[in-house]
């Protein structure tokens, strides 16, 4: 495939359905719209943009996608330029069958047994975020906060040093922000992560600890050491699936509360184990959720009627998903006690989220804590919400005013 780089990548999307662009400076706070305009037109939008990629908007075409492993490839699941380089990060790039055998390897670090221990040293570290913004009448709820939730769980579990949360962050914003459209910034990041892993692997192969990181230096796959450049792919994908995801919603979380003061208060009256507390934290993940994923078209197919050829790039639009109202009941209303709510913020099929555990306790968490010590605070409307488009969606900046 011939890829123009004179296409018009910088220019601002004429048409939604005829010329998408996750990266256009409208996705980050209008994502939501415009699926939901998308979808009254057509199941899904196209654009030559990154050579050709399509995206479906109803739960039908998503989840057909996800589910479908024989005609999608996770060799690439970024919408990116066609001649990106792609680099392994099982189980998340890799098919069936080797996908079994890397899932197997880390599933068990990410088990409710392994992680609801974590809950109480949690809330300690985030009653200490809130007390760092001593008598302060305002903060930036993205900065000071959310931020840094995610981070210091993915440290604790992976042995990373948290005092490197600044790199981590910045691989994060270049490798979302700039790489799908700049081959050069994706292999400077995957230098530069490659070389930091690797770095940390020698350590624990003469100082072994009982980390992740200890885990993947000894990993083994069918009974052989797995490939050097796979165990780098294993810390590259916790680090960069593990923290922006759940920033992201804990984010959105705040920023739907700060502006909502009758389900704010429900929350601020409710203990932690009330149900209200469950289907708050569901309904941020189903109306807000984050995360959007990619495939490889491999063969000539049709997804939701609309014929698709292969080496095109293929959006898995999760997030789009969860508004479709064939698939939810008054799908663009954010309803606090939503019962039945089978949301795909995860994904669905065999790449259904390692994590979900994870980020289910840090963004109960962190909601839960934030709500009870600051149950006045609100939006600062007078300043602007900065929104991360792309693959990860959420607020970067969140100006919020404490009233306390
Ligand atoms: C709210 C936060 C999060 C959201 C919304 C989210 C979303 C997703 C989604 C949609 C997928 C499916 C990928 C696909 O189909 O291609 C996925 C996979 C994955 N996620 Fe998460 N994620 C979150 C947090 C985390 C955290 C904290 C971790 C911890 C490291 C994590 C690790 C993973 C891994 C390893 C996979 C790959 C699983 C596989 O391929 O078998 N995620 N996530």
Known sequence: MTYETDQPDALPVRD????????????????????????????????????????PVTMEGVAQVARDTENYSSEWVSVARPDAPRSPA???????????????????SFSPQKIAPMEEEMREFCR????????RESADAAVDYAQHIPVHGICQLLGVPEDDADL????????????????????????????????LLEIRATEPEE?????????????????????????????????????SAIGSGLWHFGRHPEQRAMLAAADKDQMIWHTAVEEVLRYYAPVT??????????????????????????????????AFENADEFQIDRARNRHVAFGLGIHRCLGSNLARLELTVALQEWIWALPDYELDTTRETEWANGQVRGPRVLPVRLNR
């Open 16 to 55: 939604w359905t005829s010329d998408w662009d996750w990266l256009d400076p409208q996705w980050g706070s209008n994502a939501i719209d415009i699926w939901n305009e998308v979808r009254e037109k057509c199941p899904v939008a196209f654009t030559e943009r990154y050579g050709r990629a399509y995206m």
């Open 90 to 108: 099982p189980p998340i790039t890799s098919d069936p069958p080797d996908h079994t055998e890397h899932r197997r390897l880390l599933l068990p």
């Open 128 to 135: 200490g975020l809130i007390a760092n913004l001593g008598d």
């Open 168 to 199: 981590f962050r910045d691989w994060i914003f270049r490798n979302f922000q700039l790489a799908p459209k700049d081959n050069e910034v994706r292999l400077q990041v995957q230098k530069e992560m490659d070389a930091y892993i690797a770095k």
């Open 211 to 247: 980390d992740l990181l200890t885990l993947v230096t000894n990993a083994e796959i069918n009974g052989e050491p797995a490939p050097w450049n796979i165990k780098l792919g294993y810390v590259k994908l916790m680090i960069i699936a593990g923290i922006d995801t759940t920033w």
């Open 293 to 326: 994923m990619a495939r490889k078209v491999l063969s000539d197919t049709e997804v939701a009627g609309c014929p698709v050829h292969a080496g095109e790039q293929m959006l898995v639009t999760f997030p789009a998903a969860n508004h479709d109202p064939e």
